[in-house]
């Protein structure tokens, strides 16, 4: 008598079918499972600073880059540095070699021309005026040159010149010498020295 064929599912043949099945599920699963994405971090800003002095500024310069091959720059310049200069109204003292200190007052005009009232009498006027010219060199040096009438019984004119520093915005010193010619045709030549505080 023949055996009767086996018809469940329990048979190999059938195992190994329901085997391959679930191995090519597995597979294509694992193929089409997707994969964790890369995390690109872009490089850290870099900023770098360069300073720049020359004589009369400081420029300071930024670089900023953000990303390979580009780059910000920012540029700041510093307020020039400031000559002082004598252009305005001094308070000054005169000392000359002969004579006591007397006060009167300088005018500096942007022109490069000078006025100086000096010895101012009882009613307050100066007792005389002079004029002159001007000029300002490197680190506040002052040259200036005016003339005056002499007063006194001995009549003349003063030639005046001095050379100076500018030791602030409103302050300056300064010493030369003044030539006397009189009237009476007698010269004489005598040193001077002037100090001016800026009142305007």
């Known amino acids: 008598m023949r055996k009767k064929q086996s018809t469940t599912m329990g048979g190999p043949t059938a195992r190994r079918a329901v085997g391959v099945a679930l191995a090519a599920g597995f597979l294509t699963l ?3 499972a997707p994969q964790p994405a890369l995390a690109l971090t872009a490089d850290p800003t870099a900023t770098t600073t360069k300073s720049v002095t020359t004589k009369s500024a400081t420029t300071t ?3 900023t880059a953000t990303t390979p091959g580009t780059a ?3 540029t700041t310049a510093a307020t020039a540095t400031t000559v002082p200069s004598p252009v305005g109204t001094w308070s000054v003292t005169t ?3 002969d004579h006591p200190a007397s006060t009167g007052t300088l005018f500096f005009y942007a022109d490069h021309t000078l006025r100086l009232e000096a010895h101012p009498g009882p009613d307050g006027k100066p007792v005389f005026i002079g004029t002159g010219e001007w000029h300002s060199g490197y680190g506040g040096t002052l040259h200036y040159e005016f003339t005056h009438p002499l007063p006194g019984t001995r009549t003349g004119t003063a030639y005046v010149e001095l050379d100076g520093v500018l030791t602030s915005s409103t ?3 300064a010493c030369g010498l003044t030539k006397r010619v009189y009237d009476d045709g007698g010269t004489e030549t005598v040193t001077i020295v002037m100090t001016g505080t800026k009142t305007a």
């Open 30 to 32: 694992a193929v089409a």
């Open 61 to 63: 310069e930024s670089v």
């Open 72 to 74: 910000t720059t920012a």
């Open 95 to 97: 000392q000359e070699s």
């Open 171 to 173: 302050g300056f010193s």
